[in-house]
């Protein structure tokens, strides 16, 4: 069986950085995280993180990062994730590397589907269909990203936006077997100023926009009018701002009545994650 390094990246994620790494020590072969802003403006959003984190010094690996001038989150975290890749000692040709983002959780059963397809050795990238929540533990639309990847030689590196030029053979993980990403049950205030400095000489003014005038204040009794104000604002009647989540066919989003991933079960009672950061009505 191939080895597997799992590369978290926390920042302003003090309620799941213990959970992630937890979750990365059961899955994974050999862990590595690194808490950094990822640029200036995101040290505002300064929390517990890091001193969380710091409880399992003797028992992952950390790499310490310091930002740029003017550096931005998609060349940042490409630069710590080849950092960790370089550290590693599976970073072998045959092993495989895991993205275990700090909002990004999985079962028991979706690790074994995973584990098995590894195993096949048929397939040398690994796209997760994903359940995306971001009001409460309950409601989510339809998404997917690249998380695993094959190593093919000691000269393979991530490129910017965390892209992996070496496969050639990928494997599609169907959501009930996916992810559970909590990307948006962080604090919004950050994701503000997260998004301003998310790339370089690319406005995300669009992503603001949703943010303030949807996001804020959408109200799940009242999904209809939120729909009808965001297809008004952006041209599609869902409650995201563009076609990369899927809500349900009528636009709405989807209710989840299933399991929760383990380590975040103790996070299923909040109806509402805006309310943890005072963001909303």
Not at 62 to 70: D, L
Not at 104 to 127: G, P
Not at 141 to 164: A, E, V
């Amino acid at each position: 069986m191939a080895n597997i390094i799992g590369i978290i990246t926390a920042w302003c994620a003090d309620k799941f950085v213990e959970p992630a790494i937890l979750q990365a020590m059961e899955y994974c072969d050999e862990v590595f995280i690194c808490v950094a802003p990822h640029s200036e403006l995101m040290k505002l959003h300064a929390d517990d993180t890091e001193r969380i984190a710091a409880k399992y010094k003797n028992k992952i690996n950390f790499i310490e990062f310091s930002i740029a001038p003017f550096s931005v989150h998609t060349e940042s975290k490409s630069m710590i994730l080849n950092i960790a890749l370089h550290k590693s000692k599976l970073f072998n040709p045959g092993n495989w590397v895991w993205i275990l983002d700090v909002d990004e959780f999985y079962t028991d059963k979706s690790v074994k589907y995973i584990k098995d397809i590894i195993a096949s050795n048929q397939y040398d990238q690994l796209e997760i269909e994903e359940y995306f929540f971001y009001i409460n533990m309950k409601k989510y639309l339809l998404g997917s990203h690249n998380r695993l990847f094959k190593i093919k030689d000691k000269t393979n590196i991530f490129f910017p936006t965390q892209y992996w030029p070496y496969s050639s053979n990928k494997c599609i993980v169907p959501a009930e077997y996916g992810m559970f990403h909590y990307s948006m049950l962080l604090d919004p205030n950050a994701k503000l100023h997260f998004w301003k400095t998310e790339y370089h000489g690319k406005k995300q003014d669009i992503k603001i926009t949703w943010l303030d005038k949807i996001y804020r204040n959408y109200d799940l009794d009242y999904e209809d009018i939120w729909l009808d104000k965001n297809n008004k604002l952006f041209g599609y009647y869902s409650p995201w701002f563009s076609p990369s989540f899927l809500p349900m066919p009528d636009g709405r989003l989807f209710t989840f009545n299933g399991d929760s991933p383990k380590f975040i079960s103790h996070l299923t009672h909040i109806t509402d994650f805006r309310k943890l950061y005072n963001f909303g009505a």
